[in-house]
């Protein structure tokens, strides 16, 4: 039958068998065999009232096994030729719980699918590696609509979000992704599980997001972060008073002073709680 026949084929054997070529600028990194994606599905620990919000589902790796442990999967596949491959499959395979929207999830209207699927949403991707961060940003900022996330970086962007303060690694990604949930590391993948094999290793990361703290106007917390990595080689006070934000150089001094904040610091030195004492402080200034 068709799964048997083509669910065992490798990622480079469906593509030859749809006449379609791996699209590099689109981060199209396919898992290269079933049972590697099977294996990455059971560490995902989904349940079965769980509705998956998967991004780039590709050829259905992750998706058609997902969907035999979760409730339904709602997976976001901006190119057509995949989802239209991918929509044949779940056809054939008479899977009733697969909806494939042909979308850009930069663009996606994510808070509008999270209500439809009506809660127990979880993040579940191997990320298109060209637009992670934003993906990733977009996540947190909409993640009161999510229990958790399980998601698949390029090790180098997977180490920036696990950073510890004081080095090059350590930027606005590591404090928007500390911030907002705890993270660990599932595991990771090397180049040879990949068709077309990435030049990098890849590791999976799982976030539970931790509940909104009531005290922290995010979108001032985001725009001090942003501010300050922006200008990451200039002190604080600089960077800030030099920014989006509008703040003078007296307000900016204010506000780290009362966040006892040297500022002549630099961004990749503060600790987050020091970036939400800043934002706390700058709030007050912005008042
Ligand atoms: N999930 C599949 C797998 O693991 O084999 C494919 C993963 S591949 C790394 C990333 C997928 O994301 C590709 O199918 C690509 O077409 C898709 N993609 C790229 N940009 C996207 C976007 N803006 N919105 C939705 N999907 C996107």
């Known amino acids: ?6 669910r065992a084929l490798s990622a480079k054997a469906l593509l030859a068998a749809f006449d379609l070529k791996p699209k590099k600028a689109k981060g199209q ?18 349940s079965p ?6 991004i780039g589902p590709g050829l259905g790796a992750l998706t ?3 969907s035999r442990k979760a409730k339904q999967v709602i997976a976001v596949e901006w190119d057509t030729n995949l989802a239209k491959v991918l929509e044949n499959q779940i056809e054939s395979l008479g899977l009733s719980n697969i909806t494939i929207l042909n979308q850009d999830i930069l663009k996606t209207d994510i808070r509008g699918i999270a ?17 992670s961060s934003q993906v990733l940003i977009r996540l947190i900022q909409n993640r009161d609509l999510f229990k958790k996330a399980a998601l698949m ?15 090059k690694d350590y930027g606005r990604i590591t404090v928007l992704a500390q911030y907002s949930s705890r993270i660990r590391v599932l595991y990771s993948l090397g180049p040879a599980h990949f068709y077309p094999k990435p030049q990098v290793d890849s590791q999976v990361l799982e976030f539970l997001f931790k509940e909104p703290d009531p005290s922290v106007n995010e979108d001032i917390l985001f725009a001090v972060v942003k501010a300050a990595f922006a200008k990451r080689r200039k002190t604080l006070k600089n960077a800030l008073s030099n920014s989006e934000l509008p703040f003078s150089g007296e307000q900016a001094q204010a506000a780290l002073d009362e966040a006892g904040i040297d500022p002549k610091r630099r961004a990749e030195t503060l600790s987050v709680d020091e970036f939400v004492a800043l934002a706390k402080a700058a709030g007050k200034q912005l008042k």
């Open 1 to 6: 039958d068709f799964e048997t026949n083509n």
């Open 29 to 46: 990194n396919f898992l290269a065999d079933p049972a590697t994606a099977r294996a990455c599905v059971e560490r995902a620990d989904l």
């Open 49 to 54: 009232d769980d509705s998956v919000l998967e």
């Open 64 to 66: 058609i096994p997902m």
């Open 115 to 131: 209500e439809r699927a009506g809660g127990n949403m979880v993040v579940a991707a191997n990320l298109p590696y060209n637009i």
């Open 153 to 167: 970086f390029q090790t180098e962007l997977a180490q920036r979000i696990m950073a510890e303060p004081g080095g």
